[in-house]
């Protein structure tokens, strides 16, 4: 599995250091809140409410260079409108993955 890194964030700060870390700090306080989301509107398979979360996760997916979890999001998010749960065991795998990551920093 892909690894997240802070590559983009480093290359959009164009060097400034409290730039890139009140980038990390943003993601690490709004990650958890949208995991969280996710987890309640999957619970009450809401689809179009859990579609709208994998969106915005989606992009914080992007953030952290995870190309091909990003391609997975963006079908997930596609199954979700058709009432499909197909991709949700990778999708999940990633929030993990990133929830470790960033745990880590």
């Given at each position: 599995?892909?690894?997240?890194?802070?590559?983009?964030?480093?290359?959009?700060?164009?060097?400034?250091?409290?730039?890139?870390?009140?980038?990390?700090?943003?993601?690490?306080?709004?990650?958890?809140?949208?995991v969280a989301t996710y987890h309640q509107t999957l619970a009450v398979?809401?689809?179009?409410?859990?579609?709208?979360?994998?969106?915005?996760?989606?992009?914080?997916?992007?953030?952290?260079?995870?190309?091909?979890?990003?391609?997975?999001?963006?079908?997930?998010?596609?199954?979700?409108?058709e009432h499909s749960f197909e991709k949700q065991a990778e999708f999940e795998k990633t929030l993990q993955n990133m929830t470790d990551?960033?745990?880590?920093?």
């Open positions: 599995m892909e690894q997240p890194n802070l590559n983009y964030i480093k290359e959009i700060s164009g060097g400034d250091a409290d730039f890139q870390k009140e980038m990390i700090q943003v993601i690490q306080k709004e990650f958890p809140t949208e398979k809401d689809y179009r409410g859990i579609a709208e979360i994998v969106h915005k996760i989606k992009h914080k997916i992007s953030i952290l260079g995870l190309e091909e979890s990003y391609k997975t999001a963006m079908v997930y998010e596609e199954n979700l409108r990551f960033l745990a880590s920093l």
